[in-house]
């Protein structure tokens, strides 16, 4: 009525009112969580069948109001603001979206990774079979590993002795 519109101009109007009447049901019903288990009328418009993933699904999703500052305009402008309100509720559960095929692909990644290390640990003699088809460490590793324990163990005792004999 207010923007004089009239023929198909009109019927515009009223089918996009009608999409966003459809949307804010949807947004009540998401939002409010006293209806959170009853249905959300997503199919009542073209417009809620289009945003039904970014409403209620797996997204996050951005809404934003636009008002007027004018007098004129402050019937409006309280409802886009009830509206925003109701919108702000709606909790989603953001996940990433994986398929059983990306799991298992990520999966063997990982496994062959994994394996790649052990063959490069058996092709520089960190690992080794013992006669009994056993896995176990090289002795030479291990022994490096001992050493290596022995030596920061002494260098502690050194910087203690030392501390001691310039106190």
């Known amino acids: 009525k207010r923007t004089g519109a009239t023929g198909d101009r009109a019927k515009e109007g009223i ?11 949807v947004i009540s019903a ?5 209806k ?15 945003l039904q ?18 007098d004129r305009d402050f019937m409006e402008t309280l409802n886009t ?18 398929d059983r095929a990306s799991q298992q692909i990520s999966a063997l990644r990982t496994e062959i990774a994994r394996l ?11 690992r080794v079979l013992g006669e009994d088809g056993m896995e176990g460490i090289n002795d030479l590793v291990h022994e490096n ?9 002494l260098r502690v005792r050194v910087k203690a002795m030392q501390e001691t004999i310039d106190a």
Not at 15 to 25: D, E, F, H, M, T
Not at 91 to 96: A, G, T, Y
Not at 147 to 153: I, K, V
């Open 36 to 50: 959170r288990s009853t249905h959300v009328p997503y199919r009542d418009s073209k417009l809620t069948r289009l």
């Open 116 to 126: 790649q290390m052990e063959l490069m640990e058996y092709k520089t003699g960190k």
């Open 30 to 34: 998401l939002g409010d969580r006293s």
């Open 15 to 25: 089918s996009i009112n009608c999409g966003l009447l459809a949307l804010g049901n």
């Open 81 to 98: 603001l009830k509206y925003a309100n109701r919108a702000r509720n709606i909790k989603n559960k953001v996940m990433v979206n994986q």
């Open 53 to 70: 993933d970014s409403l209620g699904g797996n997204s996050q999703t951005v809404m934003i109001a636009c008002i007027s500052p004018s």
């Open 145 to 153: 590993s001992m050493l290596q324990t022995e030596n920061n163990n």
